[in-house]
């Protein structure tokens, strides 16, 4: 049975920073396009990030270019979110998704998200 489970999500600062973390369990992670989505109650889910299988390039929302950067933790099965200069429209739920084929894929893993929520 294949597993994604989101870790990380807090209550930070506007200015501060969160790791979130996707592990799987079930498959190879290093393989999978994995994304990072976020949902706030009443909007749609948005695509903020996603790291390709086969080449490991990143790609941004422009809403987070230049603060969130992914990366792979291949020796835990896990895609991590790095999330710097954090807004307070930033707060949401955090889901990854796992693809075989491609970072425009249908996604066909998904996690139950983390909650990530900034103020003071």
């Known amino acids: 049975q294949v597993q994604l489970v989101e870790s990380g999500g807090d209550l930070v600062q506007p200015g501060g920073s969160l790791r979130l973390s996707c592990a799987a369990s079930?498959?190879?992670?290093?393989?999978?396009?994995v994304a990072w989505f976020r949902q706030v109650p009443g909007k749609e889910r948005e695509a903020i990030s996603c790291?390709?299988?086969?080449?490991?390039?990143?790609k941004y929302h422009d809403s987070v270019k230049g603060r969130f950067t992914v990366s792979r933790e291949n020796a835990k099965n896990a895609v991590l979110l790095q999330m710097n200069n954090l807004k307070p429209e930033d707060t949401a739920v955090y889901i990854c998704a796992a693809d075989l084929l491609s970072c425009t894929g249908r996604f066909d893993y998904w996690g139950q998200g983390t909650q990530v929520t900034v103020g003071s």
């Open positions: 079930g498959i190879t992670l290093d393989i999978y396009s």
């Open positions: 790291i390709e299988g086969s080449d490991d390039r990143p």
